[in-house]
């Protein structure tokens, strides 16, 4: 008889289904290494034509309205509109909003709306002037997105030729803390290299790592003719004594009021030891010393001295006091023993003065970098168990996804949608546990995914130690008691870095933007340290007489990247060294020639693309 038709088919995709999924991976890895400084007009405009390749048909605001919003896009773009144009659009994307099926149509004229709204001077001025205003003066995306904009490319292409003290030299032109950024950098710099267009992101971090164990010791340059100033720093850590080390080099002499033992603030007493090796921390330190800066320990700032003296012994005061002190639960049993904040324990822990954990179990509440350097360090000091106690999901986790993973390879548990509710005490006031309330996720509100309680009852985690890491507060008492504006716990200075009420007084890093990162706090250095500068009357300015590297010209083929290794986990749980490996001489030379060179190819010779000096 006839071959009967099957009912249904094993489908299998073909070769134009393969390309789109191909063609949805590059797009992803573009928008990854997107650069800083586009127009928002035509990145809008882009995106609402894509969205409209995705349109099904069906009803006609995603069908029709998409394809209308484009072309009046199209229209702006063309310098061809009028504001009765912009008004038509701001229209037509909420008619879309309320009248489109599915997300598709109305999350497209939803982003289109907000354009409009949060861009508007750009949308004018393509109408008025037919231009943008936006200039893309960013062309090497890493030093844009470096916040003390470090010349990347130029000690990369360095370490690809083997001149690792001259890579040394190079990073500190704008950062004095090359050997610690190699271990502890949020890098930043990576999250748009061009690179991605290709494969992945250059190891930035793992570089300035590899090029810091390989130059040995490199000292510092000369310092300028001594101008005769005299400069008091409050706070001896990365902000401070980054400042410091510039306006050394200017030609002033700077004194460090540091209230610990030790310089280095968090870096010392905050960071563990296993991710940063206090040896090589003082490589840094060492380093900055040697340009003759001045140090007096054990000095507290409203205690041991105050502002008003220092202001009339020196011709500027900086300050630069981080952020110090813990953030409270404000639950009741807080004040009991064994109850102690992150902040504390690890600077215990930094000054040597172990608590002995052995054979307890330890709760940490919080998700941050900081409640991960506490559970591993209390894993380090002998604790039984050791428990992460945290609001939200590990997705919504602030902390590093490495230092989570590092965590939990090293038996860490972490309890997540659980809020703390009472802490359990026991007749002799010490902590026996902590209660907490089950919570679900929840709406996502300004970005981030709030929670709300299950309405289950509260479960009982026994607990010796509880050490509490919900954040850090800035110790800013003597200074609002001096007349410097304060607000919301933060010292508020002017876009410069003073105070328009209190000449010659500065303030940078943690204490004027909040708890951050180092980098950050050395960013801010630079800004101050030019701005006292200038404000003592003079122009000195930081360069570096590195010769770079002829330009590589062989061409870029796809490459892995190399990532860090890390010492076993069942091994490094017994001491506090090192966990992080460095690469290889061959790694970090082929990880080095995946650089595309940004600063000389495409728009990077175009605008000169360094900046020598500052």
């Known amino acids: 008889g006839t071959p009967t038709m099957s009912r249904l088919e094993i489908t299998s995709p073909n070769q134009a289904q393969l390309m789109i999924e191909e063609l949805y991976k590059d797009l992803e890895r573009r928008i990854e290494s997107s650069p800083p400084g586009l127009c928002p007009v035509d990145m809008t405009r882009a995106f609402v034509e894509m969205c409209h390749t995705h349109t099904c048909g069906k009803c006609v605001p995603c069908r029709v309205g998409l394809w209308q919003l484009k072309n009046l896009l199209t229209d702006v773009m063309n310098g061809e509109a009028t504001m009765e144009t912009l008004k038509l659009m701001e229209e037509l994307s909420q008619s879309i909003m309320n009248g489109a099926d599915c997300a598709i ?31 893309y003066t960013q062309p090497v995306p890493c030093v844009s997105l470096c916040p003390a ?53 250059v190891n930035i971090r793992g570089l300035k790592r590899f090029a810091a164990d390989y130059a040995g010791n490199v000292p510092p340059p ?23 080390y510039y306006l050394q080099l200017m030609g002033h002499q700077t004194t460090v009021f540091e209230m610990l033992p030790k310089l280095g603030g968090m870096l010392r007493y905050g960071i563990p030891n296993y991710r940063l090796p ?35 012994e020196y011709d500027a005061v900086l300050i630069t006091i981080g952020a110090s002190t813990d953030k409270k639960l404000g639950i009741e049993g807080e004040s009991a023993e064994g109850v102690i904040s992150a902040v504390r324990f690890l600077r215990d822990v930094g000054k040597n003065l172990n608590p002995d954990l052995s054979g307890q179990e330890v709760a940490v509440i919080g998700g941050g970098n900081v409640s ?41 548990e972490v309890k997540t949608l659980m809020a703390p509710a009472r802490i359990d005490v026991d007749e002799n006031n010490h902590v026996r546990g902590v209660y907490v309330t089950p919570q679900m996720i929840s709406k996502i509100k300004g970005g981030r995914a709030s929670v709300r309680a299950t309405g ?36 508020q200075t002017e876009r410069y870095g003073g105070f328009d009420n209190m000449p010659g007084v500065f303030a940078g890093g943690d204490c004027a933007s909040g708890p951050a990162s180092v980098i950050k706090a050395i960013a801010a250095a630079k800004v101050v340290a030019a701005n006292i500068d200038e404000y003592l009357g003079f122009r000195h300015t930081i360069g570096c007489d590195v010769v770079l590297p002829e330009p590589d010209l062989r061409d870029r083929i796809p490459c892995g990247r190399v990532n860090m290794t890390e010492r076993e986990a069942c091994e490094r749980v017994c001491d506090f060294e090192g966990v992080e490996n ?33």
């Open 582 to 614: 460095c690469m290889t001489e061959a790694e970090a030379r082929q990880e080095a020639s995946r650089c595309l060179g940004c600063d000389h190819f495409g728009y990077g010779i175009f605008k000169g693309g360094r900046e020598n000096r500052w």
């Open 372 to 412: 991960m350097d506490a559970v591993r360090t209390a894993k380090r000091l002998g604790a039984k168990k050791v428990s992460i106690l945290y609001r939200r999901r590990v997705a919504d986790m602030t902390a590093l996804p490495g230092e989570i993973e590092g965590a939990v390879a090293e038996g860490i």
């Open 105 to 135: 149509g109305y999350e497209a004229a939803h982003t289109v709306y907000r354009s409009l709204k949060d861009c508007r001077e750009d949308y004018e001025e393509h109408v008025h002037q037919g231009r943008c205003t936006c200039n």
């Open 149 to 201: 904009h470090v010349d990347i490319p130029g000690y990369v292409s360095l370490v690809r030729e083997g001149r690792y003290a001259d890579a040394i030299r190079l990073i500190r032109k704008d950062n004095p803390f090359p050997t610690t950024c190699g271990f502890i950098c949020e890098h930043p710099c990576e999250a748009r290299c061009r690179r991605n267009i290709i494969d992945d992101a």
């Open 278 to 312: 206090k040896e090589r921390l003082d490589d840094d330190i060492n380093a900055i010393l040697e340009t003759g800066v001045k140090v007096e320990y054990g000095k507290r700032i409203g205690t041991d001295i105050t502002i008003q003296e220092l202001r009339k």
């Open 456 to 491: 289950e009852p509260d479960i009982f985690i026994p607990c010796q130690t509880l050490i509490v890491a919900i954040g850090q507060d800035i110790e800013f008492q003597h200074f609002e008691e001096a007349g410097l504006p304060v607000n919301r716990g933060k010292i």
């Open 222 to 244: 000369a310092c300028a003719a001594s101008t005769g100033k005299k400069i008091a720093i409050i706070g001896g850590g990365p902000g401070g004594l980054s400042a410091a």
